[in-house]
C-alpha cells in the first residue's frame, strides 16, 4: 500500500506490546488505526463532540471503534480489494472529520487523519468523481465569472436544485452559500521592514477562503479589531512571483476529499508566502477553525519538512491570540457593553473544541459587561464541510444538528448567535434561525467608538 500522509510519527506506536493488535498490511498507517484499545469510550452520550454518527444512530458500528475494527478487517485481509468494498467505504463517509476522538478518546485515535487517507486511497483507485472535484476545487470554482450568478438561481430555483440533486448529488432540500457581492479587499501594504521599532506588534491575518469570498465582513472586524488594539496588520497574501491568480488557500478542501497532492501544492505556496513573517517571528492569525488549524495539525503529516513545523508554532486562530496577548499585558483595548445585546448563544466549531480553542472564546465573551452568554453543549453541527449538501447525508446532518444544536436555538430566538465556523453559520442559517456573527464581529460591536 503507498501511502499518501506521512504517519512516521506512529512508527513506534504498538512496538512490544503483544495486545496492539497492529494489522499485517499498511504499515504506519495500520499502526495510527491500532492505537484503539477497545474501550468503547467513543459509544456514549457523554458531554463532548464523540462521536456525531454514533450520536443519531446508536450503531457501534459507526463510532471511531467501529471505525477501527473495519479497517483492521480490511488490513489484515490479503486481498487489497477488501480495503476498498462497498460497506468500508460507507462506514468511512459518516465519518464528519469532526477531530473530537482526537481530543476526547483516552487513547487520542485521530480517525478524521485515517480518513484522509482513506479518501486518497480510495481517489487513487476509484478517480476522483465530479462532486468530490467540486468541493475540492472550490478555491478555483468562486473565481469564475457568473458564479455568484448561478449559486443565486439554483437556490431560487427549485428546478434547477432538483436538477443538480440527480447529477451530482447536492441535496435540492439546502441552500448552497452565496458569495459576497465583493470580496474581502486586500489594501495596500507596507514592506515587511515598516516600523522596526514596532517588531512586537506586527501580526499576520489569514483571511481564508471561505471568509474571503463568503463573509468579508469578519475579515475586516478582526483587521479593525486588531488595528484599534495597536497592532500591525499584514495581510497573508501570495509571493510576487506565484504563479495562480487568487488568493492564498490552506487546501483544506482538497485534503478532506482525498487530493493530497492537491492539498500539498497549497501548503507550498502557503509556507512560501509566510516564510518571511515567520523568520521575522510574527504570530500568524487566523479565523476559520478548519483552516487555520490546517496549518498546525495536517500541514505536518504532509512530508514539508521544518518549514511546516515553524509555522505550526506561530499559528493562533484569534481567540487564542488575544487571550495570550491579554495574559502577557500586552494587549490594550478593552470592551465595552454591546448595545441592545443582553443574551448571547455560542455554538462551537468542532475544531475549535479540538483543541481547547473555546475556553478563550469565553474568556473574551465574560469581559463583554452586562452580557449573559451560554454555550451550547452540542456535538457536531451537521454540515461538517461538504457533508450537509450531499444528498444522501441530508437526513443525517439534520440528525446532527437536533440532537442540542437546533433545540437550544429554538429555546432563545432573542439570543444573539455566535459561531466562527463557515459550515456551522450555514447549517444554522438554512435552518431559518438567524445568521451567527463570528467572533471577530461581536468583539468589534464592544470596542470603544473613535470620537
Not at 34 to 59: H, L, W, Y
Not at 392 to 404: G, I, N, R, V, W
Request: glycine letters at 6%; one cysteine or more; aromatic letters at 6%.
Amino acid at each position: 500500500m503507498k501511502l499518501f500522509l506521512d504517519w512516521s510519527s506512529y512508527e513506534n506506536a504498538g512496538m512490544g506490546d503483544a495486545y496492539a493488535d497492529i494489522p499485517k498490511h499498511g504499515a504506519d498507517f495500520a499502526k495510527a488505526v491500532a492505537v484503539c484499545i477497545g474501550s468503547r469510550q467513543c459509544e456514549k452520550d457523554a458531554k463532548g463532540v464523540m462521536c456525531p454518527s454514533f450520536r443519531i444512530t446508536q450503531n457501534p458500528g459507526l463510532s471511531p471503534g467501529g471505525r477501527v475494527r473495519a479497517l483492521k478487517a480490511a488490513l489484515n485481509a490479503d486481498d487489497a480489494a477488501a480495503f476498498f468494498n462497498a460497506e468500508l467505504a460507507e462506514t468511512m463517509a459518516l465519518c464528519v472529520s469532526c477531530k473530537g476522538c482526537k481530543r476526547e478518546c483516552e487513547n487520542e485515535v485521530d480517525m478524521a487523519l485515517i480518513k484522509a487517507e482513506f479518501l486518497a486511497q480510495q481517489v487513487s483507485r476509484n478517480g476522483v468523481s465530479l462532486r468530490r472535484r467540486l468541493w475540492a476545487e472550490l478555491p478555483k470554482v468562486l473565481r469564475w465569472p457568473g458564479m455568484r450568478s448561478l449559486i443565486v438561481w439554483r437556490n431560487k430555483s427549485p428546478l434547477l436544485a432538483k436538477l443538480a440533486e440527480l447529477g451530482l448529488g447536492i441535496s435540492a432540500r439546502v441552500s448552497l452559500p452565496v458569495p459576497a457581492q465583493m470580496p474581502f479587499q486586500i489594501p495596500s501594504q507596507s514592506p515587511l521592514s515598516l516600523h522596526p521599532e514596532l517588531a512586537d506588534k506586527q501580526v499576520v491575518l489569514l483571511v481564508d477562503t471561505f471568509n474571503y469570498y463568503f463573509n468579508p465582513a469578519a475579515a475586516a472586524a478582526a483587521k479593525k479589531l486588531l488595528t484599534r488594539a495597536g497592532y500591525y496588520v499584514h495581510i497573508a497574501t501570495p509571493l510576487a512571483d506565484d504563479t495562480e491568480d487568487r488568493p492564498l488557500c490552506c487546501g483544506r478542501t482538497y485534503f478532506s476529499n482525498g487530493m493530497i497532492d492537491k492539498a500539498r501544492t497549497e501548503a507550498q505556496r502557503m509556507l512560501a508566502a509566510l516564510a518571511d513573517h515567520i523568520a521575522a517571528g510574527r504570530s500568524i492569525i487566523g479565523l476559520e477553525p478548519s483552516c487555520i488549524l490546517s496549518l498546525r495539525d495536517e500541514y505536518l503529516k504532509l512530508g514539508l519538512g521544518e518549514p511546516a513545523q515553524k509555522l505550526a508554532e506561530k499559528v493562533l486562530l484569534l481567540e487564542e491570540f488575544i487571550v495570550r496577548e491579554q495574559a502577557a499585558k500586552r494587549w490594550a483595548l478593552a470592551f465595552n457593553a454591546i448595545p441592545g445585546v443582553s443574551s448571547l448563544l455560542l455554538h462551537g466549531h468542532c475544531h475549535q473544541k479540538a483543541v481547547g480553542a473555546i475556553k478563550s472564546v469565553r474568556k473574551l465573551l465574560k469581559q463583554l459587561p452586562d452580557l449573559k452568554f451560554e454555550l451550547i453543549e452540542a456535538s457536531c453541527c451537521g454540515m461538517a464541510g461538504n457533508f450537509g449538501v450531499e444528498a444522501e447525508h441530508y437526513d443525517q446532518a439534520q440528525a446532527m444538528a437536533e440532537l442540542a444544536l437546533f433545540p437550544a436555538l429554538r429555546a432563545e430566538p432573542a439570543a444573539l448567535l455566535v459561531s466562527n465556523g463557515f459550515s456551522c453559520q450555514q447549517q444554522i442559517g438554512n435552518a431559518g434561525f438567524t445568521k451567527p456573527l463570528h467572533l471577530a464581529e461581536v468583539l468589534c460591536l464592544a470596542i470603544p467608538s473613535q470620537d
